[in-house]
T-cell receptor, first 112, second 112 residues
Framework: KQEVTQIPAALSVPEGENLVLNCSFT??????LQWFRQDPGKGLTSLLL?????REQTSGRLNASLDKSSGRSTLYIAASQPGDSATYLCAVSSGGYNKLIFGAGTRLAVHP | DADVTQTPRNRITKTGKRIMLECSQTKGHDRMYWYRQDPGLGLRLIYYSFDVKDINKGEISDGYSVSRQAQAKFSLSLESAIPNQTALYFCATSLFGNTEAFFGQGTRLTVV
């Protein structure tokens, strides 16, 4: 059974720091991996989608990498800002039909 | 307007009551999903549908039922609500294939 783990569970950093969020999964047979941002009362916002054949994706200050063989993905946030404060969720599509299996998330606080 | 709309946004109901959560989308996606999120846990899949004639159980379908009234509408029902169904419920959509998933803003359901 596929399991997704995110470390750390919570992170508090000063503004301007570069930071890395980690995601690991137990079964390397995935179709894709998606990173989401969750804000209270605003649902989930898709940040980056990495297909199983890709190694990384970039969007603005965000960069996500995928190492399928080791079952790991990282989300790199450059020059963090208070507006980046949110919970970040990692999800893998495994077993077909684009069904997602989620990690519990990393709660990020960026303070001025 | 949101591409994936859930109603209601918040609901308090009593144990034993029947309740329906609704989801509609304007993205033209064929696949729709219902997920549940409990505090400190990742989202878990309840039901999914690939078209109006296709309904499939997810990881935690017991106590729930769904209806796909049209390509754009997917409803989740709790036939007889119980307190441990108190959670945040999300509807999601995606296109055929291993594509990006889009989520609604969530429905916070409390069963007392």
């Amino acid at each position: 059974k596929q399991e997704v783990t995110q470390i750390p569970a919570a992170l508090s950093v000063p503004e301007g720091e570069n930071l890395v969020l980690n995601c690991s999964f137990t079964d390397s047979a995935i179709y894709n991996l998606q990173w989401f941002r969750q804000d209270p009362g605003k649902g989930l916002t898709s940040l980056l989608l990495i297909q199983s054949s890709q190694r990384e994706q970039t969007s603005g200050r965000l960069n996500a990498s995928l190492d399928k063989s080791s079952g790991r993905s990282t989300l790199y946030i450059a020059a963090s800002q208070p507006g980046d404060s949110a919970t970040y969720l990692c999800a893998v599509s495994s077993g077909g039909y684009n069904k997602l299996i989620f990690g519990a998330g990393t709660r990020l606080a960026v303070h001025p | 307007d949101a591409d994936v709309t859930q109603t209601p946004r918040n609901r308090i109901t009593k144990t034993g009551k029947r309740i329906m959560l609704e989801c509609s989308q304007t993205k033209g996606h064929d696949r729709m999903y219902w997920y549940r999120q409990d505090p400190g846990l990742g989202l878990r899949l309840i039901y999914y549908s690939f078209d109006v004639k296709d309904i499939n159980k997810g990881e935690i379908s017991d106590g729930y039922s769904v209806s796909r009234q049209a390509q754009a509408k997917f409803s989740l029902s709790l036939e007889s609500a119980i307190p441990n169904q108190t959670a945040l419920y999300f509807c999601a959509t995606s296109l055929f294939g291993n594509t990006e998933a889009f989520f609604g803003q969530g429905t916070r359901l409390t069963v007392v």
